[in-house]
């Protein structure tokens, strides 16, 4: 299943920041440590080989908001590809149509993004797509509904310039579309975990 939990639980869990809102770095630099009642006094375990492994699986799927069976369904995927595994499984959920909406700015949070997808707001290719799995390809335009671009949300987004886009998308401010002009490379993808030992968790 996948975690609908509240997100600054699972920051504190892994001692991470999923989101650049000044809301959750305030909460994990005033709670730096695990949720519950031990994680103050005991602070964070050391764990073996098992559990390193366990841990970047777990905190891969919490970035992405993905369940195990897709997350299972990707490592497939990026396995039958040619290249680094833990490469082309970053480049695949960055492919998906939340992350990309996410990436150029359309919204402030990966769970903000879905719910975008999810209420209908997106366009790809000027065709409506509500489902935040999808898989954007290279070239393909996204842009947002006239509803969504009247609204308050994307009147602050304005005001406040959006974000600088990563380099493997483009986007033209003036009509509000971006594009997936290319596969992202590693260094390019901003998650930080041990995709090498994800693989090695899915391989075993």
């Known amino acids: 299943m996948r975690y609908r939990g509240p997100k600054a639980k699972v ?3 892994f001692g991470v920041l999923m989101t650049a809102s000044p ?15 031990h ?36 490592v497939a995927e990026a396995m039958r590809k040619k290249g680094p595994t833990g490469t ?14 996410h990436r150029l700015g359309f ?12 209420h209908g ?12 799995s999808y898989s954007v390809k290279p070239g393909q335009a996204i842009t947002l509904s006239e ?5 308050r949300q994307m009147a602050i987004w304005s005001e406040r310039g959006g974000i600088l886009p990563p380099p493997y998308l483009e986007l033209d401010r003036d009509t509000m579309t ?6 992202p490379e590693r260094d390019e993808i901003p998650v930080p975990i041990e995709d090498r030992l994800i693989v090695e968790f899915y391989s075993r």
Do not use: C
Request: no cysteine.
């Open 147 to 151: 509803k969504f671009k009247r609204s």
């Open 23 to 37: 809301k959750y770095a305030r909460i994990l630099e005033k709670r730096p440590t695990p949720p519950g009642q």
């Open 178 to 183: 971006g594009r997936l002009v290319r596969l």
């Open 88 to 101: 082309n499984l970053l480049q695949l959920l960055e492919q998906r149509l939340d992350a990309v909406v």
């Open 11 to 13: 920051m504190r869990r």
């Open 107 to 118: 919204a402030p949070s990966l769970w903000a993004a879905r719910q975008l997808v999810s």
């Open 121 to 132: 707001h997106v366009r790809v290719d000027g065709k409506r797509v509500d489902i935040p």
């Open 39 to 74: 994680g103050a006094r005991k602070g964070r375990k050391k764990v073996g080989a098992y559990g390193s492994r366990l841990v970047e699986k777990q905190k891969l799927k919490a970035f992405y908001g993905v369940a195990e069976r897709q997350m299972r369904r990707y």
